[in-house]
């Protein structure tokens, strides 16, 4: 399984995931169309990172499905690995 890695060789974090999402120009295209702005961009990331998702290029990918799907990301996005988790208790727990 492929990670994005730090300058220093280790993984990333959620928080440094959630602001490399915002900084990819793909993934801002697509948040734009699904009505996401840096904030919500941002905390999309983390949550990425968290279900399963740990490279930018998935992040991309997912995202063009969900503009394809015109899909609510926060409700809709599929975990990768493990169990769905509700964004809003994973949003209590994380911020």
């Known amino acids: 399984m492929s990670v994005e890695l730090t300058k220093s060789g280790k993984p990333v974090s959620e928080k440094t995931f959630g602001s490399m999402v915002c900084a990819d120009k793909s993934c801002r295209h697509s ?7 840096d904030p919500d961009l941002r905390l999309f990331g983390r949550y990425l990172h968290f279900n399963g998702y740990k490279t930018v290029t ?4 997912v995202m063009a499905d969900l503009v394809e799907k015109q899909a609510n990301p926060f409700v809709d996005l599929k975990p990768k690995l493990g169990k769905v988790i ?6 209590s727990k994380n911020i």
């Not at 948040?31 to 702005?37: K, N, Q, S, Y």
């Not at 998935?58 to 990918?61: K, L, N, S």
């Not at 509700?86 to 949003?91: G, I, V, Y």
């Open 58 to 61: 998935e992040a991309i990918v």
């Open 86 to 91: 509700n964004f809003q208790q994973w949003k």
């Open 31 to 37: 948040a734009v169309e699904l009505g996401l702005f």
